[in-house]
């Protein structure tokens, strides 16, 4: 079987988020979920993608962690679709199906970057009980007083809120850049509280920036990673948050930066569309190989 290492959301090599991405030979199917999994935890990346492609335009894509398999991973799908076009099985230019278990998604393949529609976005509950705005921001190193304010808006507080465009996240907003930096999760807690709320993890974010630009960190013990450099589903949960708060408009692309704190800043592309009235999203962003073999199965 033919494999890559990919750097996703960067245009520089060890900067983006890595992933593994391992293509299954024509006509092959998927191994047993547990080699899979053994796989990607030998690779030692926070997701391995195995492609299965299906004829046509069309790819089924599985995503494992080192510790289970996840309905769907956004930088794993860029590195995808750019492992794909090197093995010259898509084209630039072209629109591809990719079939996960979040959904069937459709797949740009532009010059510059790829782009993806994430899963229907949703919206679930909000914390926005003192008990649990302080367990949440306690667990992640920070105090909750404060830390929802927006200055773009001095209205409006912004409270965490579990939201999904394929997997559900809490988003977490605080309140600069200084508090972003200053995150020190306790992991086993986080853990926990993610089990609790049925999420993949946290998402931490700002809009309150010296250069306009969303920072975004990101952490799921849970399922071994304890913070990624570029979450391409959850910058989709986060612009789509952000749009029903009023603080992004549709159609306009926008540009997360993720990592810096791991050293490994990434650049993610974040958009809301509309289709017939209804908010959908896309992310996207270039990629490029670091790796590439065989890999024995």
């Known amino acids: 079987m033919k494999f890559q290492i990919v750097d996703a959301f960067t245009t520089q090599a060890f900067g983006g988020n890595p992933a593994g991405v391992v293509l299954l030979p024509e006509g092959a199917d998927f191994p047993a ?14 997701e391995t993608a195995f492609i299965k492609p299906l004829g046509g335009k069309r790819f089924q894509i599985r995503y494992f962690t080192p510790a289970a398999e996840v309905e769907l991973c956004g930088h794993a ?71 929802g304010a927006v200055a773009e808006k001095a209205e409006l507080t912004l409270l965490p809120q579990k939201v999904s465009t394929g997997l559900t996240d809490i988003m977490m907003p605080v309140a600069d850049e200084a508090a972003l930096e ?91 569309t509309l289709r017939d009235g209804q908010p959908f999203v896309k992310v996207g962003g270039p990629a490029v190989t670091l790796v590439q073999g065989e890999i024995e199965l």
């Open 77 to 147: 799908t860029i590195g995808s679709f750019h492992a794909l076009r090197a093995f010259g099985l898509v084209s630039e230019g072209g629109t591809y199906i990719d079939e996960t278990l979040s959904g069937t998604l459709e797949i740009v393949v532009g010059k510059d970057a790829i782009l993806m529609d994430m899963a229907k976005p949703q919206a679930f509950e909000c914390l926005d009980t003192p008990a649990q705005l302080e367990e949440l921001y306690r667990i992640m190193g920070l105090n909750a007083h404060g830390q």
């Open 33 to 46: 979920d547990e080699t899979m999994r053994k796989t990607a935890a030998e690779l030692r990346y926070s």
């Open 182 to 272: 200053q995150i020190a999760p306790d992991f086993p807690a986080l853990t926990e509280l993610s089990r609790k709320y049925n999420v993949v993890g946290v998402h931490a974010f700002t809009v309150n920036t010296a250069d306009g630009i969303i920072h975004a960190r990101n952490f799921a013990p849970l399922y071994d990673i304890d913070e990624e450099a570029a979450t391409g589903t959850s910058n989709g949960a986060l612009v789509y948050y952000l749009y029903q708060h009023g603080l992004v408009r549709a159609d306009k692309v926008y540009t997360v930066v993720q990592g810096e704190k791991m050293g490994r800043p990434s650049m993610i592309s974040a958009q809301v």
